[in-house]
């Protein structure tokens, strides 16, 4: 070996390297007179209730989350430079590979636990590899009165292991786990759809046969963020074939019996997807407000959950139908008895409900199902995770939209219908092509 002082570095032949080494790493060293000398860390796990997944899983929001806060770095700039790592512990030793580890930063929300996400909200993230650490590098302006979040994750939920978190900053910042007051109050429930469930309430569809529930009375204005997700969704590199969503409705259903578009205080939308998602400020009401999950077309039979994440505890009833069509309470569920807490205790049983036997003079704001497929990362930016908010449509307008869908539908039913029959020319059959999940991808929303 020959020493060089100049360089501070030393000189070895290949053929002896190759013969003390087997692995080389190329390592980063924030530049000193930019960066504090020891970065700001926090350590975490994700174990079975914390593992989400990337991006790419509609449980991605159960990760660890951190928030990150920069302030100005003193020169007048708009921005500061900043590193951010995600660390494993070494498996030095060890037989077994690493976790398929990435992480990214996000846009904060009112110091509140990330639950939906948006294209402009990533700023950046990391591809995702199985080695021991990933790292961020990007420029971030002063983060104000709403700190940045940092997620970590694995490319598959379910994956637990521990993490540490560094960050290097040319302006004085600070990270730090999510605080238990930012933690959403977090109700579940379980469900299924059956042969006899009525579908969206369009046309002379029996909507009041699908799952419904109550909440209220509300003391206090809130935020509700629900999430309706199917029990057992399709495999990662699969479309998911069922439309589902669920419709928020004020308390005048209960009055009329009737569901009008100014009773439809809040939607998901209607998504052949594993999870749709919407989000609604509620006032405060002595009355109830009313949940109705169902499936596009009635008849649909599968078990799913419901998610409901609020500002404070909610009272929520689950509602069953009785033999001569009328709601009536089934179980009184104190929903979110602690911060992140799903569940809660059974209630007496409510008086009979007036019954919505009758169908609507006109169907309320209903959009038709869209159609989401594809790899992953495409299923992620074609909308796996609906969003949406109640939008008014004419009761014309949707049934030319539903007439033109079960058009379609029919198209797909002959061709299906077609390929299984001998006669068909070969160049009418597409081949199937397998999709394949890839390990070392970036989980962008784009």
Known sequence: MTPSNRFSAFWIDFAEFTTHFDRAYACRLPAVQQTPKRPVMCFGEWDAATAGGCLNNSTWSRNPQFFLEVGADGRGRGSSRVVVTLTQPSLYGAEREYLSIGLCVLSGAKRRRLLTLSPDAVLLASPITNTREVTLSLLLPPSGDEPYVVIPYTYDAGETGKLKLAVWSSAPCTLQTLPSKSEWMHAQFGAAWGAESGGVPNGENDYWRNPQWEIGPLP???????????????????????????????????????????????????????????????????????????????????????????????????????????????????????????????????????????????????????????????????????????????????????????????????????????????????????????????????
Do not use: M
């Open 220 to 446: 206090q204005p809130t935020s509700l963020r629900l999430f309706l997700e199917l029990a057992q969704p399709p495999p990662s590199d699969e479309a998911a074939q069922l439309a589902i969503g669920c419709l928020v409705l004020s308390s005048e259903v209960l009055k009329t019996g009737e569901i009008r578009q100014e009773d439809v205080l809040g939607q998901t939308g209607f998504e052949r997807a594993a999870q749709v998602s919407c989000s609604v400020d509620l006032p405060a009401s002595k009355a109830p407000v009313r949940l109705l999950a169902c499936t596009f077309e009635p008849g649909q039979v599968a078990a799913f959950r419901l998610h409901l994440y609020s500002d404070f505890p909610l009272n929520a009833t689950k509602l069953a139908l009785a033999a001569e069509d009328t709601l009536v309470g089934e179980e009184s569920v104190g929903a979110a008895l602690g911060r992140g807490e799903s569940g809660g205790s059974i209630g007496e049983t409510t008086p009979t409900l007036r019954s919505l036997a009758t169908p609507p003079s006109r169907p309320p704001a209903i959009s038709t199902p869209a159609e989401v497929g594809g790899t992953p990362n495409a299923r992620h930016a074609n909308g796996r995770h609906a969003n949406s908010a109640a939008t008014p449509r004419s009761a014309a307008a949707l049934r030319e939209e539903n007439e033109a869908l079960r058009t379609e539908l029919d198209k797909r039913d002959r061709v299906r219908q077609l390929w299984a029959e001998d006669d068909v020319p070969a160049d009418q059959k597409k081949a199937k092509t397998d999709t394949k999940k890839s390990k070392s991808g970036a989980c962008v929303v784009q």
